[in-house]
Every structure is written in structure tokens, then in C-alpha cells.
């Protein structure tokens, strides 16, 4: 069993910058993916984020150049450095991490990002 624990997120004003943490703890070393997120309220969960084990990322349109995912393969960790944040950045923002074909897919618990205007 894989538990994935999210810290970081927060209140910022339009412009300001969070930076979002996940540490998994279990057996991982099958877990090809690991990325970030969202949900906005009444709207569906949608990627922000992936990287692969080997470092390749893939980012929403929404946040690219804006976002940066990265991994530590060492300490079982995905970073998201947030930078120039909307407030249509507002959400839940969930940590993912799973195998090439999904057959194991877990998730964290979630942590709120609120943008102010």
C-alpha cells in the first residue's frame, strides 16, 4: 500500500507564489508517474502536473510556464512550484502517483491553493 502526503498549500494574493510538497511512503518503485491535480468547485478533477520516473514532465496548458513539477526519486517526492498565481488557480490540488497502465493509482488526501484577487 502506497500513502501520499501533501504539504504547501495555502492563501496568496494574485501574483504570489506557493510551493506544493508530496512524500510517498510504501512500496513505490512501480509507480511510473507522479504529479499534481485539481479540483475547482463544480468543476471535474483535471491534470496540472506529471513527471515520469525518468524526468519527463507534461504540464496543462493552463500553467505552463508558470508551473514547475519536479522529482526526487531518492527521497519518494514531487514538487510544484507555483509562480504568477490566478485566481482561477484556486482548487484542491491532489498528489497522484501511479503505474504506466493505472493498475495502481493512488491519491493524497488533497491540500487547498486559494488565489485572491
Do not use: H
Not at 506544493?20 to 499534481?36: E, H, K, P, T
Not at 505552463?64 to 531518492?74: E, M, V
Not at 488557480?89 to 503505474?99: K, L, Q
Amino acid at each position: 500500500q502506497v500513502q501520499l502526503m501533501e504539504s504547501g498549500g495555502g492563501l496568496v494574493q494574485a501574483g504570489g507564489s506557493l510551493r506544493l510538497s508530496c512524500v510517498a511512503s510504501g512500496s513505490i518503485f512501480r509507480l511510473n508517474f507522479m504529479g499534481w491535480y485539481r479540483q475547482a468547485p463544480g468543476k471535474q478533477r483535471e491534470l496540472v502536473a506529471v513527471v515520469t520516473r525518468g524526468g519527463s514532465t507534461n504540464y496543462a496548458d493552463s500553467v505552463k510556464g508558470r508551473f514547475t513539477i519536479s522529482r526526487d526519486n531518492a527521497r519518494n517526492t514531487v514538487s510544484l512550484e507555483m509562480n504568477s498565481l490566478k485566481p482561477e488557480d484556486t482548487a484542491i490540488y491532489y498528489c497522484n502517483a501511479a503505474s504506466v497502465t493505472r493498475t495502481l493509482d493512488y491519491w493524497g488526501q488533497g491540500t487547498q491553493v486559494t488565489v485572491s484577487s
